[in-house]
T-cell receptor, first 114, second 111 residues
Framework: ETGVTQTPRHLVMGMTNKKSLKCEQH?????MYWYKQSAKKPLELMFV???????ENNSVPSRFSPECPNSSHLFLHLHTLQPEDSALYLC?????????????FGPGTRLTVL | SQQGEEDPQALSIQEGENATMNCSYK?????LQWYRQNSGRGLVHLIL?????REKHSGRLRVTLDTSKKSSSLLITASRAADTASYFC???????????FGKGTMLLVSP
Protein backbone atom coordinates (compact mmCIF):
# COMPACT_ATOMS: atom_id res chain seq x y z
CA GLU A 1 0.00 0.00 0.00
CA THR A 2 1.29 3.46 -0.80
CA GLY A 3 0.83 6.96 0.57
CA VAL A 4 -0.97 7.77 3.79
CA THR A 5 -3.75 5.52 5.04
CA GLN A 6 -6.25 6.14 7.81
CA THR A 7 -8.57 3.79 9.64
CA PRO A 8 -11.40 3.72 10.25
CA ARG A 9 -12.84 5.86 7.48
CA HIS A 10 -16.04 6.48 9.44
CA LEU A 11 -16.64 6.34 13.18
CA VAL A 12 -19.73 6.97 15.24
CA MET A 13 -19.26 7.08 18.99
CA GLY A 14 -21.07 8.10 22.11
CA MET A 15 -19.71 10.67 24.49
CA THR A 16 -18.62 8.04 26.99
CA ASN A 17 -16.80 5.81 24.50
CA LYS A 18 -13.08 5.43 24.02
CA LYS A 19 -11.82 4.94 20.48
CA SER A 20 -8.64 5.40 18.51
CA LEU A 21 -7.88 6.69 15.04
CA LYS A 22 -4.95 5.20 13.22
CA CYS A 23 -2.71 6.69 10.57
CA GLU A 24 0.06 4.95 8.68
CA GLN A 25 2.44 6.42 6.13
CA HIS A 26 4.41 4.34 3.67
CA UNK A 27 6.57 7.21 2.38
CA UNK A 28 9.52 7.08 4.74
CA UNK A 29 8.67 10.52 6.10
CA UNK A 30 9.90 11.88 9.42
CA UNK A 31 7.06 14.25 10.29
CA MET A 32 3.40 13.45 10.89
CA TYR A 33 0.43 15.69 11.62
CA TRP A 34 -3.14 15.51 12.90
CA TYR A 35 -5.64 18.08 11.59
CA LYS A 36 -9.30 18.68 12.38
CA GLN A 37 -11.60 19.88 9.61
CA SER A 38 -15.01 21.19 10.64
CA ALA A 39 -17.63 22.62 8.35
CA LYS A 40 -17.05 26.26 7.41
CA LYS A 41 -13.85 26.52 9.44
CA PRO A 42 -10.23 26.50 8.34
CA LEU A 43 -8.25 23.33 8.70
CA GLU A 44 -7.00 23.26 12.30
CA LEU A 45 -3.64 21.79 13.16
CA MET A 46 -3.84 19.66 16.29
CA PHE A 47 -0.48 17.93 16.75
CA VAL A 48 2.87 17.59 14.99
CA UNK A 49 5.39 14.81 15.49
CA UNK A 50 8.91 14.99 14.16
CA UNK A 51 11.09 11.89 14.49
CA UNK A 52 8.51 10.50 16.90
CA UNK A 53 8.70 13.50 19.22
CA UNK A 54 5.74 15.80 19.67
CA UNK A 55 6.86 19.23 18.54
CA GLU A 56 3.56 21.09 18.46
CA ASN A 57 0.37 20.85 20.44
CA ASN A 58 -2.07 23.56 19.48
CA SER A 59 -4.07 23.91 22.69
CA VAL A 60 -5.99 20.74 22.00
CA PRO A 61 -8.28 19.49 24.80
CA SER A 62 -6.93 16.58 26.79
CA ARG A 63 -9.76 14.35 25.58
CA PHE A 64 -7.59 14.02 22.43
CA SER A 65 -4.40 12.10 23.11
CA PRO A 66 -1.88 11.48 20.32
CA GLU A 67 0.65 8.68 20.17
CA CYS A 68 3.50 8.14 17.73
CA PRO A 69 5.16 4.77 18.42
CA ASN A 70 7.40 5.01 15.34
CA SER A 71 7.87 7.27 12.36
CA SER A 72 5.35 5.34 10.26
CA HIS A 73 2.43 5.25 12.67
CA LEU A 74 0.35 7.89 14.37
CA PHE A 75 -2.65 7.40 16.61
CA LEU A 76 -5.25 9.73 18.02
CA HIS A 77 -6.90 8.34 21.13
CA LEU A 78 -10.34 9.72 21.87
CA HIS A 79 -12.26 9.68 25.15
CA THR A 80 -15.28 11.49 26.55
CA LEU A 81 -15.72 13.53 23.39
CA GLN A 82 -18.34 16.21 22.85
CA PRO A 83 -20.76 16.54 19.92
CA GLU A 84 -18.78 19.58 18.70
CA ASP A 85 -15.81 17.25 18.17
CA SER A 86 -17.66 15.74 15.21
CA ALA A 87 -15.48 16.51 12.18
CA LEU A 88 -13.20 15.06 9.55
CA TYR A 89 -9.84 14.15 11.12
CA LEU A 90 -6.99 14.23 8.68
CA CYS A 91 -3.54 12.79 9.08
CA UNK A 92 -0.63 14.06 7.00
CA UNK A 93 3.08 13.44 6.68
CA UNK A 94 6.06 15.25 5.20
CA UNK A 95 9.66 14.38 4.59
CA UNK A 96 10.82 16.66 7.38
CA UNK A 97 9.17 19.09 9.79
CA UNK A 98 9.94 22.01 7.52
CA UNK A 99 7.42 24.54 6.34
CA UNK A 100 8.40 24.24 2.69
CA UNK A 101 7.87 20.50 2.65
CA UNK A 102 4.87 19.20 0.76
CA UNK A 103 2.41 17.50 3.06
CA UNK A 104 0.77 14.25 1.99
CA PHE A 105 -2.69 13.70 3.41
CA GLY A 106 -4.67 10.59 4.16
CA PRO A 107 -8.35 10.30 3.19
CA GLY A 108 -9.50 11.18 6.70
CA THR A 109 -11.75 9.69 9.36
CA ARG A 110 -15.27 11.09 9.47
CA LEU A 111 -16.10 11.18 13.19
CA THR A 112 -19.61 11.63 14.55
CA VAL A 113 -20.08 12.05 18.29
CA LEU A 114 -23.62 11.42 19.49
CA SER B 1 -2.09 35.47 12.38
CA GLN B 2 -0.84 34.81 8.87
CA GLN B 3 -3.96 32.81 8.05
CA GLY B 4 -4.78 32.75 4.36
CA GLU B 5 -8.20 33.87 3.25
CA GLU B 6 -9.44 32.57 -0.09
CA ASP B 7 -11.73 34.50 -2.35
CA PRO B 8 -14.32 33.80 -3.65
CA GLN B 9 -15.82 31.29 -1.21
CA ALA B 10 -17.50 29.51 -4.10
CA LEU B 11 -17.08 29.61 -7.86
CA SER B 12 -19.21 27.97 -10.53
CA ILE B 13 -18.03 27.79 -14.15
CA GLN B 14 -18.48 25.76 -17.33
CA GLU B 15 -15.96 23.26 -18.65
CA GLY B 16 -13.34 24.94 -20.77
CA GLU B 17 -13.47 28.22 -18.88
CA ASN B 18 -10.66 29.48 -16.69
CA ALA B 19 -11.01 29.59 -12.92
CA THR B 20 -9.20 32.13 -10.76
CA MET B 21 -8.99 31.93 -6.99
CA ASN B 22 -7.30 34.42 -4.72
CA CYS B 23 -5.63 34.14 -1.36
CA SER B 24 -4.73 37.00 0.97
CA TYR B 25 -2.66 36.75 4.12
CA LYS B 26 -1.68 39.09 6.91
CA UNK B 27 2.00 38.70 7.78
CA UNK B 28 5.21 38.06 5.86
CA UNK B 29 5.69 34.53 4.62
CA UNK B 30 8.48 32.27 3.45
CA UNK B 31 6.33 30.11 1.19
CA LEU B 32 2.76 29.72 0.04
CA GLN B 33 1.26 26.42 -1.02
CA TRP B 34 -1.98 25.52 -2.78
CA TYR B 35 -3.85 22.31 -2.07
CA ARG B 36 -6.94 20.69 -3.57
CA GLN B 37 -9.53 18.63 -1.69
CA ASN B 38 -12.18 16.51 -3.32
CA SER B 39 -15.36 16.23 -1.30
CA GLY B 40 -14.75 14.60 2.08
CA ARG B 41 -11.25 13.40 1.16
CA GLY B 42 -7.70 14.35 2.04
CA LEU B 43 -5.87 17.31 0.58
CA VAL B 44 -3.55 16.99 -2.38
CA HIS B 45 -0.59 19.32 -2.84
CA LEU B 46 -0.69 21.32 -6.06
CA ILE B 47 2.14 23.80 -6.03
CA LEU B 48 4.51 25.75 -3.78
CA UNK B 49 5.70 29.26 -4.48
CA UNK B 50 8.48 30.87 -2.49
CA UNK B 51 8.45 34.46 -1.31
CA UNK B 52 11.16 35.42 -3.83
CA UNK B 53 9.15 34.01 -6.76
CA ARG B 54 6.44 35.92 -8.59
CA GLU B 55 4.94 33.26 -10.82
CA LYS B 56 4.99 29.51 -11.18
CA HIS B 57 3.39 27.06 -13.60
CA SER B 58 2.46 23.42 -13.35
CA GLY B 59 0.47 21.95 -16.21
CA ARG B 60 -2.83 23.89 -16.38
CA LEU B 61 -2.07 25.66 -13.11
CA ARG B 62 -0.56 29.10 -12.82
CA VAL B 63 0.19 30.64 -9.45
CA THR B 64 1.23 34.23 -8.83
CA LEU B 65 2.48 35.81 -5.65
CA ASP B 66 2.52 39.50 -4.80
CA THR B 67 4.26 39.92 -1.48
CA SER B 68 3.69 43.69 -1.48
CA LYS B 69 -0.05 43.07 -1.51
CA LYS B 70 0.22 39.91 0.57
CA SER B 71 -1.80 37.99 -1.97
CA SER B 72 -1.60 35.03 -4.30
CA SER B 73 -3.78 33.77 -7.10
CA LEU B 74 -4.35 30.31 -8.54
CA LEU B 75 -5.46 30.11 -12.16
CA ILE B 76 -6.75 26.86 -13.62
CA THR B 77 -6.95 27.08 -17.39
CA ALA B 78 -9.32 25.10 -19.61
CA SER B 79 -11.14 23.68 -16.60
CA ARG B 80 -12.60 20.18 -16.54
CA ALA B 81 -15.39 18.62 -14.51
CA ALA B 82 -12.68 16.69 -12.64
CA ASP B 83 -11.34 20.01 -11.31
CA THR B 84 -14.45 20.28 -9.13
CA ALA B 85 -13.04 20.46 -5.60
CA SER B 86 -12.18 22.85 -2.80
CA TYR B 87 -8.92 24.75 -3.12
CA PHE B 88 -6.90 25.95 -0.14
CA CYS B 89 -3.92 28.18 0.24
CA UNK B 90 -1.52 27.51 3.09
CA UNK B 91 1.09 29.90 4.41
CA UNK B 92 4.09 29.67 6.68
CA UNK B 93 6.13 32.38 8.34
CA UNK B 94 9.07 30.49 9.77
CA UNK B 95 11.32 27.69 8.58
CA UNK B 96 10.01 25.27 11.18
CA UNK B 97 6.54 26.60 11.44
CA UNK B 98 3.61 24.56 10.38
CA UNK B 99 1.20 25.59 7.70
CA UNK B 100 -1.84 27.76 8.30
CA PHE B 101 -4.72 27.01 5.96
CA GLY B 102 -7.56 29.22 4.82
CA LYS B 103 -11.23 28.23 4.57
CA GLY B 104 -10.95 27.40 0.89
CA THR B 105 -12.72 28.15 -2.37
CA MET B 106 -15.28 25.61 -3.57
CA LEU B 107 -15.00 25.25 -7.35
CA LEU B 108 -17.79 23.63 -9.36
CA VAL B 109 -17.08 22.91 -13.01
CA SER B 110 -20.17 21.91 -14.95
CA PRO B 111 -19.95 19.79 -18.11
Amino acid sequence: ETGVTQTPRHLVMGMTNKKSLKCEQHLGHNAMYWYKQSAKKPLELMFVYSLEERVENNSVPSRFSPECPNSSHLFLHLHTLQPEDSALYLCASSQEWLADNEQFFGPGTRLTVL
Amino acid sequence: SQQGEEDPQALSIQEGENATMNCSYKTSINNLQWYRQNSGRGLVHLILIRSNEREKHSGRLRVTLDTSKKSSSLLITASRAADTASYFCATDAQRYSTLTFGKGTMLLVSP
